[in-house]
């Protein structure tokens, strides 16, 4: 099962959208409503941001957004602040029942 | 509050096995699917491996099959991953995580493989 491709990095200044994709296939990104997006700041676990492609978890700022269109899943994040500095990572579920993750994209703050 | 807390980390020879532990609490453990995560230094995530509430399906990535051994006990809210054959390749932080969208992450636990 090959990783999911994201951009390995993504800035913008603060108050600035950015939108950070995820590229997969029809076995996984593709063929289910059942794509991620985690957060990850350094040494710490990772947080979930997003699930099932378009919905947050309660206490997520409504400034993340997801969506999909074909094998691409897409995080946007809008009115970018400082503390949105980290590593973010995408997850699908696949035909073999199995989780793929992205490659990770290191988002910066100008 | 939802806490899972891995545990049994450490050094370990090439070749050897270790036995990692997730203590679940705050929620009805047996009602969830769980997962193992890793992510080796400064690398990214890669999923392990998947067991249902009942143990009834269980998955594992292609890295892992045949080595890794995951299980879980609902009467203790315990989940294991039982790793043989350990190489360099899988030094790692290994996380559990409640499935099925991973709304909850242990702080993981270090896996060093080394001679």
């Known amino acids: 099962q090959s990783a999911l491709t994201q951009p390995a990095s993504v800035s913008g200044s603060p108050g600035q959208s950015i939108t950070i994709s995820c590229t997969g296939t029809s076995s996984d990104v593709g063929g289910y409503n059942y794509v991620s997006w985690y957060q990850q700041h350094p040494g710490k676990a990772p947080k979930l941001m997003i699930y099932?492609?378009?919905n947050r978890p309660s206490g997520v700022p409504d400034r993340f957004s997801g969506s999909k269109s074909g094998n691409t899943a897409s995080l946007t994040i809008s009115g970018l602040q400082a503390e949105d500095e980290a590593d973010y990572y995408c997850s699908s579920y696949t035909s073999s029942s199995t989780q793929v993750f992205g490659t990770g994209t290191k988002v910066t703050v100008l | 509050e939802v806490q899972l807390v891995e545990s049994g980390g450490g050094l370990v020879k090439p070749g050897g096995s270790l036995r990692l532990s997730c203590a679940a609490s705050?929620?009805?453990?047996?009602?969830?699917?769980m997962n193992w995560v890793r992510q080796a230094p400064g690398k990214g995530l890669e999923w392990v491996s998947s067991i249902s509430s009942s143990s009834s399906y269980i998955y594992y990535a292609d890295s892992v099959k045949g080595r890794f051994t995951i299980s879980r006990d609902n009467a203790k809210n315990s989940l294991y991953l039982q790793m043989n054959s350990l190489r360099a390749e899988d030094t790692a932080v290994y996380y559990c995580?409640?499935?099925?969208?991973?709304?909850?992450w242990g702080q993981g636990t270090l896996v060093t493989v080394s001679s």
């Open positions: 705050g929620f009805t453990f047996s009602s969830y699917s």
């Open positions: 099932e492609v378009s």
């Open positions: 995580a409640r499935a099925p969208d991973g709304d909850y």
